[in-house]
């Protein structure tokens, strides 16, 4: 069970990149619900505007900055302004991503680019510009949303599950340092299964047919209350959300060449629905899928009819240290007993 570093409330100072939709627009209404100042950071300005107005309703005060993850320079812009305009920043969420839905031959080497440019770099500069704040300070926190697909690729998201098993080595090199030098900084993991955003609406796509996320499919306030969950108990290296994360992981550990020929055979498949993908369907590799007066995805996708808003998991997650205990006290009873028997 992981140590609370933070206490959330009213004094805290958030922000969350990729806040305009997705996993990123329902963490940044459960930061709200604890009455956190929130900065929300995307390119989409239509769904930031609107992610503003819910992060107000909820209690919380929110500072929209429009931002490309890509460049560094807005990132380290964004930092202190955010600084700036509410004050010292006790936890940064990295979520923002983008990626293309195609076997890897039909990706040109600058999609692939964008892509690693977006979900890795983006994860980097921000946490770059995170820690210039954080250090001097000895306080803070650093959550890297990441997902199943940081130890397991699969067919049709080359780039985006090569970002995230990008992300993991880095974030895992980074926390070793922050542990050498003693730190009362601290960097964490969450690793998401599939989940019900929009991107599946909005991802440069050449599937055949419309993109979706393999089930067990989650609404996104399930990843959103891990997130926070993780921000104020940091201490742990990273959180598993869902069991198809948990079995993916040990799926993979176990049996990695018996997986790679399971997605062989069902990883195409099991990514599009029955439905040809449609023809209008925006793209947000270059440009924001909203626009600055365009539709508001909103944080849930097109999939709310197969989603589920519960996991058991994620508290086991959470608590893994207390079920290892439980677990050892009802062998040690079970030790005894045999104990008693032979006698």
């Known amino acids: 069970m992981g140590t609370q570093v933070n206490q ?8 969350v990149t990729g806040a305009s939709g997705g996993i ?14 929130v900065a929300l950071l995307a390119r989409g300005e239509t769904g930031l505007a609107a992610a503003a107005d819910e992060v107000k309703k909820l209690g919380g005060q929110p500072l929209v900055i429009p931002t490309d993850m ?28 983008t990626s293309v839905f195609a076997p890897f031959d039909e990706i040109s080497p600058a999609e692939f680019k964008r892509v690693t440019e977006v979900n890795y770099l983006g994860f980097v500069y921000a946490t770059m510009a995170a820690l210039r704040r954080m250090r ?5 926190t650093i959550v890297q949303v990441g997902s199943a697909l940081a130890y397991r690729g699969i067919p049709l998201q080359s780039a985006y599950c090569g970002s995230k098993h990008a992300i993991q ?5 980074l926390r070793c340092e922050l542990l050498h030098e003693g730190a009362n900084v601290h960097t964490t993991m969450v690793q998401m299964p599939a989940v019900n955003t929009p991107q599946f609406s909005w ?35 990273e959180y598993w959300v869902g069991a198809s994360t948990v079995g993916t992981l040990a799926g993979n550990a176990l049996a990695p060449g018996l997986l790679d020929r399971y997605l062989a055979r069902t990883g195409f498949s099991s990514q599009q629905t029955s439905d040809p993908r449609p023809a209008d369907q925006p793209a947000n590799l270059w440009e924001p899928a909203d626009g600055t007066e365009g539709h508001d995805f909103g944080a849930h996708g097109i999939f709310d009819s197969k989603a589920t ?19 050892a006290a009802g062998l040690a009873a079970v030790a005894v007993a045999a104990r008693q028997l032979l006698r």
């Open 24 to 37: 990123g627009r329902a963490a940044a209404r459960a930061f709200a619900e604890k009455g956190c100042s």
């Open 203 to 237: 991802v440069l796509s050449r599937l055949p047919r419309q993109a979706q996320p393999v089930p067990p499919i989650y609404q996104p306030e399930v990843p959103a209350k891990a997130i926070v969950y993780a921000a104020e108990h940091p201490t742990r290296r």
């Open 169 to 173: 080595g880095f974030n895992e090199a």
């Open 70 to 97: 890509a460049d560094p320079e807005q990132v380290e812009s964004a930092a202190e302004r955010v600084e700036n305009e509410l004050g010292p920043i006790l936890v940064w969420v990295n979520v923002a991503f």
């Open 309 to 327: 808003s519960s996991t058991k998991q994620v508290w086991a997650s959470q608590h893994h240290g207390l079920l290892a205990s439980a677990g």
């Open 8 to 15: 959330l409330g009213p004094d805290s100072v958030v922000v």
């Open 136 to 140: 001097p300070r000895d306080r803070g």
